[in-house]
Each structure stands twice: as structure tokens, then as C-alpha cells.
Nanobody
Framework: VQLQAFGGGLVQAGGFLRLSCAAS????????MGWFRQAPGKEREFVAAVNGNGFITRHRDSVKGRFTISRDNAKNTVYLQTNLLKPEDTAVYYC???????????????WGQGTLVTVSS
């Protein structure tokens, strides 16, 4: 599986963006999918995860109620809807995958290239 993320950009605080990640291959539904991010000068951190059938999700506390992860297995795509963006959400966002939902959240096995989200105050 190869991952390609897009949808980042510059947005004002309070705005929204929809990040997408397209995956190649015919085993997409076998993978748990997720998003990590890395802010300038900081370590990468977990943002959100969704299991293979899309029924189970998890979001980090700081984005709960603002971000929503979802997936469309027919389109081999995972999404991250980001609402009420804050300057502290500024980061490069990475699409990730792992065959194990729990392991995905700490050590993804596959990484896509990042997409930059910049939130201005």
C-alpha cells in the first residue's frame, strides 16, 4: 500500500480543511488508517485513527469535537475533517497505516508524504 495525502493549506483560525489520503493497492480495508502530525520544532504526534471497516475511531484529546476521521473503502481513501482550527494545529499532517489498529497509534508501519496545514491567528 502506498499513501498520498493532500488537502493542506493556509487557513485562518476558526476555519476548516478536509485532508484526504489516497491509498494504492487492493487490500485497503485490511489496514487501520490514521493521521499523525509534526509541528515545527516538535516531535510527531498521533492525531486520529480508524479501523479497517470504519466503525471504530479514536482522536487525540486536543482535537476531539473539532476533527473527525473517516474512510471510504470503495474509494481507498481516508479523510480528516478539521474544523475550528487553531494556530497550534499548524503542522505537517501525515497519513499512516498499519494492519493492527492499536499498533497504528504508536508505531505506524506505513507513512505517506505530509501535507502542510498552516493556521493563522
Amino acid at each position: 500500500v502506498q499513501l498520498q495525502a493532500f488537502g493542506g493549506g493556509l487557513v485562518q483560525a476558526g476555519g476548516f480543511l478536509r485532508l484526504s489520503c489516497a491509498a494504492s493497492g487492493r487490500t485497503f480495508s485490511s489496514y487501520a488508517m490514521g493521521w499523525f502530525r509534526q509541528a515545527p520544532g516538535k516531535e510527531r504526534e498521533f492525531v486520529a485513527a480508524v479501523n479497517g471497516n470504519g466503525f471504530i475511531t479514536r482522536h487525540r484529546d486536543s482535537v476531539k469535537g473539532r476533527f473527525t476521521i473517516s474512510r471510504d473503502n470503495a474509494k481507498n481513501t481516508v479523510y480528516l475533517q478539521t474544523n475550528l482550527l487553531k494556530p497550534e494545529d499548524t503542522a505537517v499532517y501525515y497519513c499512516v497505516a498499519h494492519t493492527n489498529y492499536a499498533r497504528l497509534q504508536v508505531a505506524p508501519s506505513l507513512w505517506g508524504q505530509g501535507t502542510l496545514v498552516t493556521v493563522s491567528s
